[in-house]
């Protein structure tokens, strides 16, 4: 009885140990994502109905993708954001492929700025559910970005909605 509840435990700790680096494929690969990283939105480029920017500072190169018609792969160091609090970003490839080297931010933001409060790859959610789980649907052309006709589920939000959201982005309301 004893072994048989040590072989579990045992089971479990190596379980949790591969669930936990399933997060990321290799370290070596990930970007530096410091707070100061997520601005206000009107700080970032206009892509149709989301915001974009490339913290390696490649923003052309996210651009061309963002403003395509026919999709493509998003380069490393990629930003893109809907609303103020939810954020994506791309690492370098190899980071996680299970993400397309995605990792997905929950923000608290406030007019002195922005923290993170949740980071992650599928584990990271909003009350709508899991941001991986609404990102897989895209077609494999839009790089897990959602938009019109990329294949994701419709938000329950009028567009009107979402730009209220946009505009009241409090970090954009500072003096400078």
Not at 37 to 50: D, P
Not at 94 to 118: K, Q, R
Not at 162 to 173: A, K
Request: net charge negative.
């Amino acid at each position: 009885m004893l072994k048989s509840k040590y072989r579990t435990l045992i089971l479990l700790l190596l379980s949790m140990a591969f669930i936990g680096q399933s997060n990321s494929a290799d370290d070596s690969k990930k970007i530096d994502i410091p707070d100061s990283a997520f601005k206000c939105l009107i700080e970032l480029t206009a892509s149709g109905t989301f915001f974009v920017d490339n913290l390696l500072g490649n923003l052309e190169a996210t651009l061309q993708v963002a403003n395509s018609s026919s999709g493509g792969k998003f380069p490393p160091g990629s930003l893109v954001t809907l609303v103020p609090n939810e954020v994506m970003i791309k690492h370098r490839e190899g980071w996680n492929p299970g993400t397309n080297d995605w990792e997905f931010f929950l923000l608290n933001i406030s007019a002195e700025g922005a923290n993170i409060a949740a980071r992650g790859t599928e584990e990271v959610g909003n009350q709508a559910g899991s941001c991986f789980g609404c990102h897989q649907l895209a077609r494999p052309e839009w790089d897990l970005v959602c938009g019109i006709n990329h294949g994701c589920a419709p938000l329950p939000f009028t567009r009107e909605q979402i730009q209220g959201v946009q505009n009241s982005d409090p970090r954009c309301s500072k003096e400078n």
